[in-house]
């Protein structure tokens, strides 16, 4: 079983539509959880970053952490054809001798269609 | 203006040799990463290092190598004896924790990555 599941789609949605993105995870020492996004052969790039439990929001954009479940979300409001691209989770624990290491999800890819 | 520069953006490479992807960043950031991204599989950790001198193996190291020789230089070589070699190979750099204290997100800045095909 993989540390961190995520569907990956494809997810495909009209525009105006509220986009629920999520991830689970198995390891309960994760704290911080990240949320990139990656366009077609582009790197991806930090969307959204939440510490312990709670929820962040970002303009249209909301990040939701529910460590009891081990479960984290994103969403995305008035989805727009530019939010079309690739949404991968990311977390990680309390800094070790390893350093700054994420495990990522496996990314779900979203289409926004005119 | 800042980032991170990888190349060559494709590259075809025969078995049995060995290829090095260049990468640069002009972010002054100490601490750099490869991954390796695979449909279906997510980003892995190849290798990463926190300082200039200093690196090491991620959770997919096997059939690479690294060195940091500088800073802004983190190369990576895919050598022969990596099975599957052919992916889209991502460098990233941040902030090393190791200068940090309090808040640290540790946000990974990306470049645009290196396509490698095996024929």
């Known amino acids: 079983q993989k540390e961190v599941e995520q569907d990956p789609g494809p997810l495909s949605v009209p525009e105006g539509a509220i986009v629920s993105l999520n991830c689970t995870y198995s390891n309960s020492a994760f704290q911080y959880f990240m949320w990139y996004r990656q366009y077609s052969r582009k790197g991806p790039e930090l969307l959204m970053y939440?510490?312990?439990?709670g929820n962040k929001e970002d303009g249209r954009f909301t990040a939701q952490v529910d460590k009891s479940s081990k479960y984290i979300s994103l969403f995305i409001r008035d989805s727009q054809p530019s939010d079309s691209a690739t949404y991968l989770c990311a977390m990680k624990g309390i800094l070790t001798g390893g350093g700054n290491k994420l495990t990522f999800g496996t990314g779900t890819q979203l289409k926004v269609e005119l | 203006d800042g980032g991170i520069t990888q190349s060559p953006k494709y590259l075809f490479r025969k078995e049995g040799q060995n290829v090095t992807l260049s990468c640069e960043q002009n972010?002054?950031?100490?601490?750099m990463y490869w991954y390796r991204q695979d449909p279906g599989q997510g980003l892995r950790l190849i290798y990463y290092s926190q300082i200039v001198n200093d690196f090491q193996k991620g959770d997919i190291a096997e059939g690479y190598s690294v060195s940091r020789e500088k800073k802004e230089s983190f190369p990576l070589t895919v050598t022969s004896a990596q099975k599957n070699p052919t992916a889209f190979y991502l460098c990233?750099?941040?902030?090393?924790?190791?200068?940090?204290?309090?808040?640290?997100?540790?946000?990974?800045?990306f470049g645009e990555g290196s396509r490698l095909t095996v024929l």
């Open positions: 939440t510490y312990s439990s």
């Open positions: 990233a750099s941040s902030i090393s924790y190791l200068w940090t204290s309090g808040d640290y997100t540790g946000e990974l800045f």
């Open positions: 972010l002054n950031h100490d601490a």
